[in-house]
């Protein structure tokens, strides 16, 4: 079995900042690509932010210049540090991670979500 837990969303006012975290775990042999993905309502899942586990990160055009994406391999943990946030960006975010479990077995994983609410 393998899990990923996100933790970090809430309530927070335009302009405002919220890091989210995101932790894998169970019977890993590797871990690949890890990124982050939102869904608002009534709209399609969007990608916010991928690295891989070299380090290299891609971002939404949308995001650019304000959230940023990073890892701690040795944690197997990956966090989007989000600023000047905007209500428009309110949404369910997803972490994403592409795993190898002890069997070899290579796949997609999703975390639960975590609300992230941009509002006065």
């Known amino acids: 079995q393998v899990h990923l837990v996100e933790s970090g969303g809430g309530l927070v006012q335009p302009g405002g900042s919220l890091r989210l975290s995101c932790a894998a775990s169970?019977?890993?042999?590797?871990?690949?690509?890890m990124g982050w993905f939102r869904q608002a309502p009534g709209k399609p899942r969007e990608l916010v932010a991928t690295?891989?586990?070299?380090?290299?990160?891609v971002y939404a055009d949308s995001v650019k210049g304000r959230f940023t994406i990073s890892r701690d391999n040795a944690k197997n943990t990956v966090y989007l540090q989000m600023n000047s946030l905007k209500p428009e960006e309110t949404a369910v975010y997803y972490c994403n991670a592409v795993m190898v479990d002890l069997y070899y077995d290579r796949r997609q994983y999703w975390g639960q979500g975590t609300q992230v609410t941009v509002s006065s």
């Open positions: 169970g019977s890993i042999r590797s871990i690949n690509a």
């Open positions: 690295i891989t586990d070299g380090g290299s990160a």
